[in-house]
């Protein structure tokens, strides 16, 4: 089977990589590590206006969606400028709304979601213990359950509401990447709903996260990739490019190879959006990314761990997204309780069966 973009989708991609290449973003990233969100709060409402976020909302709450490929051909761009902020964390909130049918906390909040007027960020059973940027957003959402699951039952979940000046939730948490700031989730606020149906609005949250990481990763590894491959074609050893050297050109095509399996898993997953076929795509497109990126810290060498070149951006951010949302051990599990151990291999190829 073959995914290939229709014209509008492609238009739509070229427009969001010549607005981001005009933004410059290496400087906006750092400016977010160190929480000057001026410049990213501008890029984020150009990126609104551009229509990104309106992809998950559905248009009763003036949104364009929900668009699964549309956002995974967005998220590919916005991981090739390593885009900072709770980007999959608004897209989860916008869909864990969506799917809750409180027309009240849905037509509250979603419209600025769509907009970009708000930030959002979100707490998911299955998502990580931290939540993204909490300082930054506008809008918390965390979902719990207040007893413990057990074999045969799950509890009844709770949907939480929290804003910016709820306070600090406790000491920032380290994270590979300086641009991403995570902290532990607001244990109350504002009860929006609980039952059954959260649980479920929690699950399918949880999938469009993992859907739009693992296009956020394969754009970082693309990013990765294409700078590796200018600069090999630059530096000189022996008076000819190092980009000359067999060796080298084996390490770049097998990062080129691996993306390149990675992205129809990715359209494949975004067209069922089945929860094993987005895990298997999360996999692939997050080992891939990471394989590329060890890849371009070997071929450029010292320079590749200084903060100031810009690659460490990127190098960064594809170790941080590779276990953001579900680690590979969690979204092989997920292919499994599907496809079975036989299929897992075809399905999940790309990544270290041991990690």
């Known amino acids: 089977?073959?995914?290939?973009?229709?014209?509008?989708?492609?238009?739509?991609?070229?427009?969001?990589?010549?607005?981001?290449?005009?933004?410059?973003?290496?400087?906006?990233?750092?400016?977010?590590?160190?929480?000057?969100?001026?410049?990213?709060?501008?890029?984020?409402?150009?990126?609104?206006?551009?229509?990104?976020?309106?992809?998950?909302?559905?248009?009763?709450?003036?949104?364009?969606?929900?668009?699964?490929?549309?956002?995974?051909?967005?998220?590919?761009?916005?991981?090739?400028?390593?885009?900072?902020?709770p980007l999959v964390e608004t897209v989860a909130a916008a869909v864990l709304l969506s799917e809750l049918g409180e027309s009240g906390s849905a037509k509250r909040l979603l419209p600025a979601l769509a907009s970009g007027e708000a930030l959002a960020t979100v707490a998911l059973p299955g998502g990580g213990p931290f939540v993204l940027d909490a300082e930054a957003a506008d809008i918390h959402l965390t979902v719990d359950s207040p007893e413990a699951p057990t074999r045969?039952?799950?509890?009844?979940?709770?949907?939480?509401?929290?804003?910016?000046?709820?306070?600090?939730?406790?000491?920032?948490?380290?994270?590979?990447?300086?641009?991403?700031?995570?902290?532990?989730?607001?244990?109350?606020?504002?009860?929006?709903?609980?039952?059954?149906?959260?649980?479920?609005?929690?699950?399918?949250?949880?999938?469009?996260?993992?859907?739009?990481?693992?296009?956020?990763?394969?754009?970082?590894?693309?990013a990765l990739l294409d700078r590796t491959v200018e600069y090999v074609k630059q530096r000189t050893q022996f008076g000819v490019p190092i980009g000359s050297f067999q060796a080298v050109k084996h390490q770049l095509a097998d990062a080129k190879i691996a993306l390149e399996f990675a992205r129809p898993l990715l359209f494949g997953a975004a067209l069922s959006m089945a929860p094993a076929d987005v895990a298997a795509a999360k996999v692939a497109a997050g080992e891939a990314a990471y394989a590329t990126a060890r890849t371009a810290l070997q071929l450029h060498g010292a320079i590749g761990y200084t903060a100031e070149y810009d690659l460490s951006l990127w190098l960064t951010k594809a170790r941080a997204l590779r276990t953001a949302w579900g680690s590979p051990a969690e979204c092989r599990a997920e292919v499994l309780t599907v496809h079975g151990p036989r299929s897992t291999d075809s399905a999940v190829s790309g990544g270290d069966p041991r990690s």
Not at 192 to 205: I, N, S
């Open 1 to 85: 089977m073959r995914f290939l973009l229709d014209a509008e989708q492609r238009a739509f991609a070229d427009s969001l990589n010549a607005l981001l290449t005009a933004a410059d973003t290496p400087p906006v990233i750092r400016a977010w590590a160190t929480g000057d969100r001026t410049p990213g709060r501008a890029l984020w409402s150009r990126l609104a206006d551009a229509g990104v976020f309106a992809l998950a909302v559905p248009e009763a709450y003036e949104g364009v969606g929900p668009l699964p490929a549309e956002l995974a051909v967005a998220f590919i761009e916005l991981g090739r400028h390593g885009v900072p902020g």
């Open 152 to 222: 045969d039952t799950t509890p009844p979940a709770r949907l939480h509401l929290s804003g910016s000046g709820s306070g600090p939730t406790g000491s920032a948490r380290p994270s590979l990447d300086p641009a991403r700031h995570l902290t532990l989730p607001h244990p109350t606020g504002e009860l929006l709903a609980t039952g059954p149906h959260v649980t479920h609005a929690a699950a399918q949250a949880l999938t469009w996260a993992r859907l739009a990481t693992a296009a956020q990763s394969l754009g970082v590894g693309l």
